[in-house]
């Protein structure tokens, strides 16, 4: 008899804590429930999703024309993915640090949606120190911004406007539009105010935490998965994890990787370190991507089939790996995709035209 009142206790408690945790918001959907993680993992192993950033915005010899894209100019269909970066929202302004204006990239990424694409965001923000930019070699920052330090006020008001921008990004019913966040991305590189010798793993975990956290807890932020993406300084799990923040905070196992598939026979170092990330999305029943990739003016005519080919044709790679997004065509600072006429485009439609690469017409027709 006191036997089942202690069990009839403990069950009521462990109710009590259920309904607890799913009236905060944002927890009631896990990330399992995320349209996109769905549609990811149903169609793992029918192909990779081909990505590019800034693809609807601009690319050579346009800017801002319905319906262009020099992914379709030259492979005939659309990306199924599309990058977007949100550096400088943090600082109020209507335009990002490469003069996307947010209303455009707002109505842009709905329109990706509605097409059926993924949408995926990064961030370069100024910080909220002393607005450094991210490049800043001389800034020490996250030690002042994560929860405890001087300057974590303004960073939650830095989050704050990021939150009103995800929040903004609502289909014609006014349902949130599902997106792929990737912030602090590159953290095992020395460029960035948040990378390796600019801030203690500690710190980093922390920032990564809280800035998570807060938008999904505090803010609201819904349908938001959320990608860990090292660059490539790492040749084994161990490394892979040194700064990982946390399995609860991240969806996608992710890697930037340009250095290799630059160097003489690098695509072998770019396919060993992506079975590291694959294997350890399988291990944690997360999905696996190749969250940034490309060469810079695509100066190498074969790049597309003799370097990305061979990693995205690895029979491991092809079978396991989510999507690839190369980045940005800005015709006055770099473009990493080409553009009809250019030397490498028949190549790169080759490659993207292969029946191990998804379009946006082929994620369609299977998911
Ligand atoms: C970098 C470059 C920069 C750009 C930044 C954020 O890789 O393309 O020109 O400002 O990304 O998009």
Redesign the pocket.
């Known amino acids: 008899m006191i036997a089942m009142k202690i069990l009839n206790n403990m069950k009521a408690v462990k109710v009590f804590i259920c309904l607890m945790i799913f009236s905060i918001p944002g927890w009631a959907q896990s990330s399992t429930d995320n349209p996109i993680a769905s549609q990811l993992k149903k169609i793992k192993g029918k192909g990779i999703l081909f990505g590019h950033q800034d693809d609807l915005a601009y690319g050579i010899g346009w800017e801002y024309q319905e319906g262009e894209s020099d992914v379709k100019r030259v492979a005939g269909d659309y990306p199924a993915l599309f990058g977007w970066?949100l550096?400088s929202i943090e600082l109020g302004n209507a335009y990002n640090?490469?003069s996307v204006p947010f209303d455009q990239m707002r109505s842009l990424a709905i329109k990706a949606h509605k097409m059926g694409g993924i949408n995926t965001f990064s961030w370069?923000p100024y910080s909220a120190v002393n607005e450094e930019s991210s490049w800043d070699k001389q800034a020490v920052v996250v030690k002042y911004i994560i929860p405890g330090g001087v300057h974590h006020e303004a960073f939650k008001k830095q989050l704050d406007q990021v939150a009103v921008f995800f929040k903004s990004l609502k289909d014609d019913e006014g349902k949130q539009v599902p997106f792929i966040f990737r912030p602090w991305h590159e953290m095992d590189g020395n460029w960035f105010w948040w990378g390796n010798g600019r801030c203690t793993k500690e710190e980093f975990k922390a920032l990564f935490s809280f800035t998570v956290s807060y938008l999904r807890h505090e803010k609201g932020v819904s349908d938001m998965l959320v990608a860990y993406s090292p660059d490539r300084n790492f040749k084994s799990s161990e490394e892979y994890y040194q700064w990982y923040p946390g399995d609860e905070l991240v969806d996608i196992m992710g890697v930037d990787n340009y250095y290799d598939l630059k160097q003489e026979n690098g695509e072998l170092e770019a396919i060993k370190k992506l079975h590291i990330v694959i294997n350890e999305a399988k291990n944690k029943n997360k999905l696996a991507a190749f969250t940034e990739t490309g060469l810079e003016n695509v100066k190498d005519p074969t790049w597309y089939s003799q370097k990305l080919g061979k990693v995205l044709n690895d029979p491991i790679i092809s079978k396991e790996l989510s999507y690839v997004m190369v980045?940005?065509n800005d015709q006055d600072?770099?473009f990493f995709f080409p553009y009809p006429g250019h030397p490498a485009a028949e190549d790169t439609k080759l490659l993207l035209r292969s029946p191990n690469i998804l379009l946006l017409n082929d994620f369609n027709q299977l998911k």
Request: proline share 0%.
């Open positions: 970066e550096g640090l490469d370069h980045w940005r600072v770099h």
